[in-house]
């Protein structure tokens, strides 16, 4: 603790991980320093070990079946509540992107404005997304068929490494948006952002679990988790080509859905992509009955 001009010390935070909708410390009790973007020390943030990552495997597990049961209005609200809550913890947004991202404080309200509009925007995707990946599909007999998308599973995602809170939250969002589950490896230099969104989803009626942060060496967690078996899909964004490259490799021993990293402008409209690539189509066929000159007979 440092002394303040008015005689008081400074009560400095604790970071800690976010698993199962509690907040441990890593498992091996290991911390690294965190620095703004001037080198200044900011904080100890947890540095994650492999148990931790299958900790919250575990847990993302456990939570996805509610999770995805969950009506898609339901998902929607709740993820409304995070904008609500960020809206309301908005100062101190800005005060930690601006000092990861070595930001002004008018750019880093920006971004952090930017971040909880893009919560709004997939809040309100939650119950359309169906119709736009679904449907009735014309076939060539007396049959109904009808598709319709349904969540992956568990999803690693590798935050953005640059784009620490708005990035984040870009690949965050449309994955519990569609009914996965996430364990996600926040930026290694600039995870204090993440993981005080932690402390937003844990007072936001996201279920335990749903959502699960880890912070430390990216490679070092992302390796067991692209070979993990209980993980069903992992998004390379925060990944470095040549990382990109062995964790796809370790991903396809189970046949993981894999998005690869690409250049993105994360103020642009995201579109639908995200949400669709962690997406399965499940097709129904159920028969109409006879089918007379006078229509269909059911």
Partial sequence: MSERTDGRLSVFKTYKLYVGGK??????GRVYEVN????????NAPLSSRKDARDAVVAARKAFGGWAGATAYLRGQILYRVAEMLEGRREQFVREVADAEGLSKAKAAAVVDAAIDRWVWYAGWTDKIAQVTGGGNPVAGPFFNLSSPEPTGVVTV???????????VSVLAPVIATGNTAVVIASEDRPLPALSLAEVLATSDVPGGVVNILSGRTA????????????NAIDLAGAEEQLAKELEVAAADNLKRVLRPQSVDWTADPGTSRMTAFLETKTVWHPTGSLGSGGSSY
């Fill in 36 to 43: 703004d973007a001037k080198g200044n020390w900011l904080a």
């Fill in 23 to 28: 907040f441990p410390r890593s498992e091996s």
């Fill in 158 to 168: 590798l935050a953005p490494q640059d784009s620490s809170f708005l990035g984040l």
């Fill in 220 to 231: 070092e967690i992302a390796t067991p988790l692209a070979a993990h078996q209980d993980v």
